[in-house]
């Protein structure tokens, strides 16, 4: 079955800085990429995702780009606010019939104000 | 539109009690999931159901884990009899599945999870 490996497992960074969260994943066959925020006490909420027919993607501040070759994705928050702080988890999945989410193992990301 | 809801939101029990959780998914959507989420993990699938159906149960443990659907739409998942192992959040799940067309992205949506301390 598929394998997600996400990286760092914690991260801190001054508001207004960038912060990276990188992931691996280990079947070729999966062509969908949802990123997930979870805030604390709340389930996880859709932030973006791409597919792998797409390189990059971005929505304001969050971008995601894909590395398919290597079977890389990553998300990218530029000027990081103090509500950035969450957990946030990379999923891989392949789309069509009945669709299964393998998510990471999650990055606890701290923005100092 | 109305999200996710679970019930209760937190819930402790003695090892070797039974606990059951609620979910009501999304109107409208086909597919409800079940995750177990340890602190520190990230969600792990234990059921999928689409409509009133199992698609997927590969990773319950059957011995002491059973989720119904049985009207396609509310579900219940239920512990019997819990291990301390067993502490966690239980993450409901509901995404249109079928209804969202061949190769397209099925998103899901969650419920705010119930937090379960098995002591």
């Known amino acids: 079955g598929e394998n997600v490996e996400q990286h760092p497992s914690t991260l801190s960074v001054q508001e207004g800085d960038s912060a990276v969260i990188k992931c691996t994943y280990s079947?070729?066959?999966?062509?969908?990429f949802p990123w997930y925020k979870q805030e604390l006490g709340k389930g996880p909420q859709l932030i973006i995702d791409?597919?792998?027919?797409?390189g990059e993607k971005k929505d304001q501040r969050i971008a995601v780009t894909l590395n398919k070759t290597a079977k890389h994705f990553s998300l990218h928050i530029t000027e990081t606010q103090p509500e950035d702080s969450a957990v946030y988890f990379c999923a891989a999945s392949i789309t069509g019939g009945y669709q299964k989410v393998t998510f990471g193992t999650g990055t606890k990301l701290q923005v100092i104000p | 539109e109305a999200g996710v809801a679970q019930s209760p939101r937190y819930k402790i029990i003695e090892k070797r009690q039974s606990v059951a959780f609620w979910c009501n998914p999304i109107?409208?959507?086909?597919?409800l999931y079940w995750y177990q989420q340890i602190l520190g993990q990230g969600p792990k699938l234990l059921i999928q159901f689409q409509n009133n159906g199992v698609v997927d149960d590969s990773q319950l443990p059957k011995d002491r884990f059973s989720a119904e659907r049985l009207k396609g739409v509310d579900s219940t998942l239920k512990i019997q009899p819990a291990k301390l192992e067993d502490s966690a959040v239980y993450l409901c799940?509901?995404?249109?599945?079928?209804?969202?067309?061949?190769?397209?992205?099925?998103?899901?949506?969650f419920g705010p999870g119930t937090r379960l301390t098995v002591l």
């Open positions: 791409i597919r792998s027919n797409v």
């Open positions: 109107s409208g959507h086909a597919t």
């Open positions: 079947d070729s066959a999966s062509n969908y």
């Open positions: 799940a509901s995404s249109l599945g079928g209804l969202a067309g061949w190769n397209q992205a099925d998103t899901q949506y």
